[in-house]
């Protein structure tokens, strides 16, 4: 007998065929019906079937209404993306059911719509995000319920709320797992997002608080998505499987699909294995604040689709120019300081297409110059071609700052103008991102990215939909118009 | 600025949006068209892709044939329990295509056809295993082949030998990360056996070395399974859900979709992640031996639905009574000693349902001695609830062996009569599980298999049909077959 077999053996023994006294495993009793053991999951899932609708306030609404507006807007630019195109291509051939995929408008089951428009969404990595969770809270999330919602029939202010309580869920175990699981390379917006996303569609399903905890033990045999694949098709497709999945664990625990309560915090559950023992801390998972996370910690929002390094270069940019606008034909250099920290990953002085674009500070900065604004069309290859940006881009030099703090977004820009003079400014952050400040960016923002797929005044409609969205009572006509004016 | 919120954007800036340049990991160029680096990953799906159908031996197909006849015996016979109804059901409702479900003849795609079909032949915990994977090689792989097959049309002879492409895969994964990989929590048949499927459908459908390299690379971002669900109807959806991943992943690489080469051994990729640095050897996935892992480690069967700890006790008391059966009525006590360590988790002197029964050596002695053999019938609850073999197995004594090597399957059995006189038998192990040895007991398990759903004629004509498997050309007629008479 090898070693190996022995092993094997020894923990089959254990833990596998053998081990039906391994349902029990925490202690105090439940409150549940039909659940013998009080959990940390179970604690979550009480919060999920329990909590009731007004105690979601109306600020939360409102920035869960905002979450919905900025990543629709985001998955319709990003549906004309390759990946999103081959997802929804495969959907169509394969799923039955009358949930609307944004990309080419097939009616599926809500699950692999949930997949197809939760990939379109952070196809273009555009979508919000949130500093507890490391990652993106909304793009696994709304999809999936939309999609349920369209499917079972669900209101506009069910949504949002079940939105908060699924925020709360997949930041409430962040809390339990970061910063460790983050560094261990797990891909937080879909092995965390994907508890959400449960959570979400649990409670717009109004499972019995048994059944949410049996969907979300089961998400524990669902979970994953790794970094190494980030820079590829494959980090949005997780994001779009976490969506899924969260589908998938509600409708099968609704279906009376069982799992062990204890498979979070218990031997070999969630925590244990993702993160290694000793490197999480369960009880944050079910200790709640005084203040749900969408209002703690709230929403991060993206005003240009580029690296987060290239932001407050670019307001830099149309400080300058503001109210004095350059021609590009005046200027003799450029110079872009920023942190010595952040220019590495965005120290790139020749660009030949549009994701080099993103990547750029010189094009960036060039662009904003240039054209007083920055939207999705200046990261088409065609707009990174024309001759007066490639031009100007050649005349700009970045340099670091040495011994800022160490993710300072700190910027200093100096334009030499042919006639001598030179402008100034600095900069010690990038504005409007928060929660509240990007309410001003949402709308046009929102318009420019729906403008990828559909004509303007299409756009507009929906936006004066969805900005209305809590009084929705039926939300199958938004949705098909999501696929595009032909579809609704 | 929150020391959370260093930590995420510190990472995001390392790994993130910013992250364009990660795609390129490795060091040599790759022989594959279109892909820059070579990587384990990449030697992997040469293997794949490249290997002659000519290399696969004879015995390898006939290993491989043995499988397949077992793995859809027990997901017939699997297909009754309530985890694969409800998945049957779920997939019914949602899915669209030709392939066949197993339970209830719903035709579906390809992907969740495997989902049902290999959550059904797990759900008896019944299947095949290998020491190597550290779980059960056959049962995420053969419902993926054969989905696929059915679908895209693909003869006996190629499902056979990408069967053995697919368990190589899965089984060089295994080196690369055991025994860490299980003792973490892991569940391997779903967390390897998702690559496997997942190469054995890449190789079926002819895949490019370069989509195969994609479509493995993707499974990264896909691969779950705890052992903490493990008791629970989670246990054998997570074998599903790999077994749907496996088809998914190598039909959107055919597709078109991509994904980062180095996703395996990479930064963050699938074995720092789940692994630990340092806790994994890489270079064994690339290793091929001299000979294939089917023909070197194999396949170990189970030959009754029980714990394996009661395998050789079942065995010591059939060979008590071969040529000599007892009467019920004549015995006085029996007592069966077995291993100290293995005593504990099937030490159950009362049963009351057919899940205690698979996890009493009481219950499974008293009834191998009473009826001269354990079927799948033994653990009905109305088999169990028999008088006569109640009142048996209350005159069974379970005694522990101390002292022997920690797995060793030892057993002594005496039954003393009432007539005064005893009868005592020894065993080592328990026999005929080994890939060689089982083919005796291929046949009668699978017919008490089927006849748990269907007729006893129809089983007979479905075991001529596998057992003729690699002459089909066209595998559909079986697999209506599958789903019972009415479907054929």
New interface residues.
């Given amino acids: 007998?090898?070693f190996?077999?022995?092993?094997?053996?020894?923990?089959?023994?254990r833990?596998?065929?053998?081990?039906?006294?391994?349902?029990q495993?925490a202690s105090s009793s439940s409150v549940i019906p039909g659940v013998a053991v009080m959990t940390h999951l179970a604690a979550l899932a009480q919060f999920v079937a329990r909590t009731p609708g007004s105690h979601v306030p109306p600020a939360a609404i409102t920035r869960a209404r905002h979450a919905l507006i900025d990543v629709l807007g985001v998955a319709i630019a990003g549906s004309v993306e390759?990946?999103s195109k081959?997802?929804a291509?495969?959907v169509a051939?394969?799923?039955?059911?009358v949930a609307t995929v944004i990309t080419g408008g097939a009616r599926v089951?809500?699950?692999?719509a949930a997949l197809a428009n939760a990939t379109a969404g952070h196809a273009l990595?555009f979508d919000d995000s949130n500093?507890?969770l490391?990652g993106h809270p909304t793009v696994a999330l709304m999809p999936a319920l939309l999609a349920v919602a369209e499917e079972r029939g669900a209101s506009g202010r069910e949504i949002l709320e079940a939105y908060v309580i699924g925020f709360e869920i997949a930041t409430r175990l962040a809390n339990a797992v970061?910063?460790e699981h983050?560094?261990?390379?797990?891909h937080p917006t879909?092995t965390l997002g994907v508890f959400g996303a449960t959570a979400a569609v649990a409670r717009l399903l109004r499972l019995t608080e048994a059944q949410v905890l049996n969907a979300l033990?089961?998400t524990?045999?669902?979970?994953?998505?790794?970094?190494?694949?980030?820079?590829?098709?494959?980090k949005p497709?997780?994001v779009g499987?976490a969506s899924h999945k969260g589908v998938?664990c509600a409708?099968?625990a609704a279906?009376?699909?069982?799992?062990?309560p204890?498979?979070l915090e218990?031997?070999?559950?969630?925590l244990?294995?993702y993160n290694?023992a000793g490197n999480y801390r369960a009880e944050a998972v079910s200790t709640f604040g005084e203040e749900l996370e969408i209002m703690r910690s709230g929403l991060k929002f993206k005003k240009y689709p580029s690296?987060?390094?290239t932001h407050a270069p670019i307001d830099a940019a149309l400080d300058l120019i503001r109210g004095r606008p350059l021609r590009a034909a005046d200027i003799d250099t450029v110079t872009i300081a920023i942190n010595q920290?952040?220019i590495t990953?965005?120290n790139r002085p020749k660009v030949s297409n549009g994701?080099?674009g993103?990547?750029s500070i010189q094009y960036t900065v060039a662009a904003a110059l240039a054209d007083g604004a920055i939207s999705l069309r200046h990261f088409n290859d065609e707009t990174v071609a024309r001759p007066e940006l490639q031009q100007l881009v050649g005349h700009v030099n970045a340099v670091g700052i040495p011994d800022l703090e160490?993710?300072s977004q700190r910027c200093e820009l100096t334009v030499k103008l042919k006639d001598g003079s030179t402008r100034s400014v600095r900069r010690d952050d990038a504005e409007g991102r928060g929660s509240d400040e990007f309410v001003r960016y949402l709308e046009p923002k929102f318009i420019d990215c729906v403008e990828q797929a559909y004509p303007r005044e299409h756009a507009r409609a929906l936006f004066r939909d969805l900005d209305a969205f809590e009084t929705l009572t039926d939300i199958a006509p938004v949705m098909h118009k999501l696929a595009g004016p032909a579809a609704a």
């Fill in positions: 007998m090898t190996g077999r022995l092993l094997f053996m020894l923990a089959e023994a833990h596998g065929r053998c081990g039906a006294s391994r349902r495993v390759p990946v081959i997802i291509q495969h051939a394969t799923s039955r059911g089951s809500a699950a692999d990595d500093f507890v490391g970061h910063f983050y560094e261990k390379g797990w879909a033990a089961l524990a045999s669902m979970a994953s998505g790794v970094k190494a694949n980030f820079g590829s098709m494959a497709l997780q499987h998938l409708q099968l279906a009376g699909l069982t799992a062990n204890a498979a218990g031997t070999q559950g969630f244990e294995v290694g690296c987060g390094s920290r952040r990953h965005v994701l080099e993103k990547f160490s993710l």
